[in-house]
C-alpha cells in the first residue's frame, strides 16, 4: 500500500487547510487511517484518526473542534480539514494506515506511511 499526502502549505493564523491522503497499491478494504504531525524537534503527535468504514472517528486533544477527519479506506483517500488554525499546528503532517479495521492513536501500530506534507501557520 502507497499513500500520497497533500495539501500543505503556508497559511495564516485561523485560517484552514485540507489535507488529502490518497492510497494505492493492491486492493484492500479493512484500514483504519490516521494522520499524525511531527514539529521540528518533538515527537511525532496523533492528530486523528478513523475506521475502515468511515464511521468511528478519533482526535488528539490538542485538535479536537478544530480539525475534522472524513473519508475511509473503503473509499481509497482520507481528508483531513483544518481550521481555526494556530501557529502551533506547524509540523509535517503524516498519513497513515493500519492493517486492521480499528483505528489507533499509537504510531508503531501503523503498518504504512505517507511521505508527509508540510503545514506551516504565521503569526
Known amino acids: 500500500v502507497q499513500l500520497q499526502a497533500s495539501g500543505g502549505g503556508l497559511v495564516q493564523a485561523g485560517g484552514s487547510l485540507t489535507l488529502s491522503c490518497t492510497a494505492s497499491?493492491?486492493?484492500?478494504?479493512?484500514?483504519?487511517m490516521g494522520w499524525f504531525r511531527q514539529a521540528p524537534g518533538k515527537e511525532r503527535e496523533f492528530v486523528a484518526a478513523?475506521?475502515?468504514?468511515?464511521?468511528?472517528?478519533t482526535y488528539g486533544d490538542s485538535v479536537k473542534l478544530r480539525f475534522t477527519i472524513s473519508g475511509a479506506s473503503a473509499r481509497n483517500t482520507v481528508y483531513l480539514q483544518l481550521n481555526s488554525l494556530k501557529p502551533e499546528d506547524t509540523a509535517v503532517y503524516y498519513c497513515?494506515?493500519?492493517?486492521?479495521?480499528?483505528?489507533?492513536?499509537?504510531?508503531?501500530?501503523?503498518?504504512?506511511w505517507g511521505q508527509g506534507t508540510l503545514v506551516t501557520v504565521s503569526s
Open positions: 497513515a494506515a493500519r492493517a486492521t479495521s480499528l483505528a489507533s492513536m499509537i504510531p508503531r501500530e501503523y503498518d504504512y
Open positions: 497499491g493492491p486492493p484492500y478494504s479493512r484500514y483504519a
Open positions: 478513523i475506521n475502515w468504514s468511515g464511521g468511528v472517528t
